[in-house]
């Protein structure tokens, strides 16, 4: 039998025999072989054939699709973790992936960001700014000190450094750090590009921006990765940092985004201005 294709069988048995019957509608019973719901009752509540339904549970070759996988796992009443398990063994991508991938943080994360005295920001699945640091603040001046309306989009990295002026003199080296950025969203969003949000932002994006455009056609690829990040900063002038992007294993969506000053003069300077 193919492993994944057992690993699935064996998890769908696992789920299914520890969900008591009551909690899904059917009565306990004296005659039932064992604690959890019957196979027929899982594809009942599925609304799927109960002989395809044991067929998974076999192992057999069976093509299972997203959908059904999708109504499998609202059957069974999965937990995140559980749901994300699903369809990571099955090979399938799961519809409702975005969801499921709410851009809020825990409050100990943003606490945290908070209390970090370089320059930290955390970034959502697109990339916008959830939260930052007043060191943040000001080593990003002119963007992230910007007073908006509350009913104003978030702050959006790609939109900075593509649709600002600004951007443009402020990050050194700015095409290749701009065509980075692009290879390394489109890394990112790999398992979301037909997610309409999504879309629209690329949209606009390619419309506002020629070199945008031109990057994200070029179809490159690139995991984000740390190193060094140059500055021409307005009071500070150019000033060098290391970047470090981490994800909270719960949220893998979420980037939190730490810039460590090189200089220590300039450590100070970003947390006591």
């Not at 009913?151 to 402020?170: C, G, I």
């Not at 690329?202 to 690829?221: N, R």
Request: proline content about 6%.
């Amino acid at each position: 039998m193919d492993t994944g294709k057992q690993e699935l069988a064996e998890f769908l048995q696992t789920l299914r025999h520890r969900s008591p019957p009551a909690a899904f509608g059917f009565p306990a019973g004296s005659r039932r072989r064992t604690p959890g719901l019957r196979r027929e009752e899982v594809a009942q509540l599925a609304n799927i054939s109960s002989t395809w339904y044991t067929w998974i549970e076999q192992g057999r070759e069976v093509n299972i699709s997203a959908d059904a996988l999708d109504r499998i796992a609202q059957a069974l009443k999965l937990s995140r973790s559980e749901r994300v398990y699903l369809f990571e063994i099955a090979g399938r991508r799961d519809p409702r992936s975005a969801d499921l991938e709410e851009d809020s943080a825990p409050d100990a994360l943003l606490d945290m960001i908070k209390n970090i005295k370089i320059p930290a920001y955390l970034m959502g699945r697109y990339w916008d700014l959830l939260a930052w640091n007043p060191a943040a603040t000001r080593l990003f001046s002119g963007w992230l000190d910007q007073t908006k309306p509350a009913n104003h989009p978030p702050p959006n990295l790609l939109r900075y450094v593509f649709q600002s002026q600004a951007a443009r003199l402020f990050v050194v080296n700015w095409e290749n750090r701009a065509r980075r950025l692009v290879a390394e969203f489109r890394a990112d969003c790999r398992s979301r590009l037909e997610e309409p949000a999504l879309q629209l932002l690329i949209t606009e994006l390619s419309q506002t921006s020629q070199e945008f455009d031109s990057f994200w056609k070029q179809h490159d690829v690139l995991e984000r990765q740390g190193g060094r990040r140059e500055f021409n900063h307005p009071a500070q002038g150019l000033i060098c940092f290391q970047q470090v992007t981490l994800r909270p294993l719960d949220q893998e969506q979420l980037k939190l985004v730490v810039l460590t000053p090189i200089h220590q003069a300039l450590t100070k300077a970003l947390a006591n201005n």
